[in-house]
């Protein structure tokens, strides 16, 4: 993606089913468990890189005995800063007592981070703070071991502020409403309240004293009942996961299924991430071992290490984020690669369209990284253009074809260069604004000297945003190769909507389809429509979520797809670039054919699969309109 956009987050959780002998034993450590976790976040670095955390819980300790470790980082590496502080812990203690490195049950009480339970993140940060305070996992802390609670999650609310005044009707006093610590709360009220009720239970009914009955409690808290009575008014995409101190843990994903989860189990092992490829490279196990979490379940994983799933939330209509599909998630799934193709294959026949069919005098490319495998499949595409041809010039010619004429045929090939080269991230020391840009234009590089002044030059990239990179940067790159035309080609549609499900899309003014809209009532002299969409959006503002519209939808329905596409153009076109300039963007049904369990497409449609999304698209305009730099939601 040309234009960097900070998105959701990873999250990985780990439960080992035996005894830390038993992986001593088969795989030469106790610390196999450490050693996964660290593969599992690092094969998600690409879901985070604000901030990463790692929280353990080693069973059945005695009183005294310390069961819970976690650590944080925000460093600029923070994976490797949060493994490098474990490590060190781990090795000065062997240093100091040599007598540990054969003794399982010694390591398990003495050293920090050895246990059966773990719970991993790694984090963006869309909003705000990058404090280590904003890092997961959070921790809620109590004497009680099976009151103290471990969150961690790859959400986003909209209705944080409702969830927030709900615990301070219970008489709460939170520390500060964010989503995470309002999350946290929820649960952990209603773990108290299951506490408590199974506690008074078993001293009226039993007779046991608050000793006998904590590990009874332990035993008999019913998770699922805990996340259904917690999450009753929820509203957004999420993957929460958490640990109870004593042992039980829990992965609970949105009802939309609109954020990712997959889990495998074995008798050995049972984990959970965020994405498929992450289990596969570090437990080495076959795709079709690794299921998806379905929506509105939890997987809930007890202490004696049963493995149950709970419906928690009714299902909706699925509809999981297909940003994951486009840009998002590692391209090394298999599904994933075979979607990222497609979205680049069916391109295609529009961008044929667009150069009259002329290959001889086309070359294609792609912006690095990320749509490089859609590339693979524009390609696919140009190949089976230029097959059938080729196939059709052989046929016409068959009375009269000669080896030479044949060859010739047959010699016509797809142009395809690695045109552009994203170098190292260029210090903008400068502070003259103009000068900075300059500074933005040689972000990217570009291979000179397989160009002609005839040619076409077409580019994909997997999405596009704002435009801003293109603008500044790409653009002005790629015109220095003097091409007669530029066509920058996007796998995704255009982007008109903003997301309030974690992705850092929030505000309509820095979408450069929302822009190019706004410029086309300006031209046609239809701007009153501006004013018409405030006062209905307006109008909603008092309305319980589910009866509230998006009328942001209004402001696009005067113009088609190409109108809007046309003045993109337009506008991203910078004046001092010589070539003709196109941007094309994908359909929203062609992204349905090729992503098709991913039908997630908010950002583009304004069909959001949650109540709260249209008050939240509505909210961002009234922002736009009145002029509030502020969040929506």
């Known amino acids: 993606m040309s234009d960097a956009i900070k998105h ?17 034993e088969k795989y030469g450590t106790a610390f196999y468990a450490i050693q996964k976790m660290y593969l599992l976040l690092e094969k998600q670095h690409n879901r985070g890189q604000d901030g990463a955390g790692l929280a353990s819980i080693k069973l059945d300790m005695q009183p005294g005995e310390r069961y819970i470790s976690r650590v944080r980082s925000n460093q600029a590496s923070p994976i490797q800063d949060v493994f490098a502080q474990i490590n060190g812990r781990i090795n000065n203690q062997l240093k100091e007592f040599p007598e540990l490195i054969n003794d399982i049950d010694a390591q398990k009480k003495l050293l920090p981070y050895i246990g059966e339970v773990y719970l991993g993140h790694v984090r963006y940060g869309t909003f705000g703070k990058n ?13 009680w071991m099976h009151r103290n609670l471990i969150v961690a999650g790859n959400f986003n609310l909209t209705n944080v502020k409702e969830l927030f005044e709900d615990l301070v009707r219970l008489g709460q006093h939170p520390k500060e409403m964010a989503d995470t610590v309002t999350v946290m709360e929820k649960i952990g009220h209603f773990l108290d309240d299951e ?72 008798d ?5 991430a965020s994405e498929r490829p992450v289990i596969q490279t570090a437990l080495n196990v076959p795709f079709e071992e690794i299921q998806e979490l379905e929506p509105g379940k939890a997987i809930i994983i007890k202490k ?13 209509e699925k509809k999981a984020c297909s940003f994951e599909r486009i840009y998002f998630s590692r391209g090394n799934d298999a599904s994933i690669y075979r979607e990222r193709k497609l979205l680049g294959k069916t391109m295609m026949p529009a961008i044929l369209k667009e150069i009259n069919e002329d290959v001889d005098n086309a070359v294609f490319s792609y912006i690095p990284n990320t749509a490089e495998v859609s590339f693979f499949g524009m390609m696919e595409g140009a190949q089976d253009y230029l097959n059938q041809k080729k196939i059709q010039q ?128 300006k031209d046609r002299n239809q701007y009153h429509i501006i004013d018409e969409v405030y006062q209905k959006c307006k109008s909603q503002e008092h309305l319980p979520d589910h009866e509230v519209r998006n009328f942001v939808k209004e402001i696009y329905e005067p113009f088609t797809d190409e109108e809007i596409s046309d003045k993109i153009s337009e506008m991203l076109h910078p004046d001092t670039v010589n070539a003709e300039v196109k941007i094309m963007f994908q359909t929203v049904e062609n992204l349905h054919i090729s992503c098709p369990d991913n039908l ?9 699969p949650t109540a709260g999304g249209n008050r939240v698209v509505n909210r961002a305009f009234m922002n736009f309109y009145e002029g509030k730099d502020a969040r929506a939601y």
């Not at 404090?131 to 004497?143: A, G, K, Y």
């Not at 000068?435 to 580019?459: F, S, W």
């Not at 091409?483 to 309509?508: E, F, N, W």
Request: include cysteine; charged fraction near 30%.
């Open 8 to 24: 959701e987050c990873g999250i990985a959780l780990l439960r080992l089913k035996k005894p830390l002998s038993f992986y001593k």
């Open 131 to 143: 404090n280590i305070e904003s890092v997961h996992p959070f921790l809620r802390q109590n004497n």
């Open 195 to 266: 506490v408590e009720n199974l506690y008074f239970e078993l001293r009226d009914k039993e007779g046991l004293s608050k000793k006998d009955a904590s590990p009874v409690i332990a035993e008999r808290l019913d998770i699922a009942r805990i996340l259904r009575r917690a999450s009753k008014n929820w509203d957004g995409g999420f993957a929460m996961a958490g640990m109870l101190g004593h042992g039980d843990a829990f992965v609970f994903r949105d009802p939309a299924g609109i954020r990712p989860a997959y889990y495998y189990e074995d």
């Open 268 to 272: 050995e092992i049972v984990v959970v």
């Open 304 to 316: 004696d290490g049963k493995v149950s799933f709970e419906q928690i939330l009714e299902p909706l």
């Open 394 to 521: 052989i046929l016409k010619e068959e009375n009269n074809l000669s080896p030479e004429k044949l060859q010739q045929i047959l010699a016509t090939t797809i142009r395809t260069e690695k045109i552009t080269i994203k170098d190292a991230k260029l210090r903008t020391f400068i502070t003259n604004d103009s000068n900075r840009d300059d500074m933005v234009e040689h972000v990217y590089d570009v291979t000179y000297g397989v160009v002609k002044p005839t040619d076409t030059l077409i580019v994909i990239d997997d999405s596009i945003v704002r435009g801003t990179t293109l603008k500044k940067s790409i653009i002005k790159m790629l015109d220095r190769l003097k091409p007669k035309k530029i066509i920058v080609v996007s796998s995704a549609p255009q982007i008109r909507y903003p997301d309030c499900y974690g992705i850092d899309m929030a505000k309509l003014e820095t979408l450069i389809a929302f822009n190019a809209t706004l410029e086309l009532l």
């Open 600 to 608: 997630g497409d908010w950002y583009f449609t304004g069909n959001y």
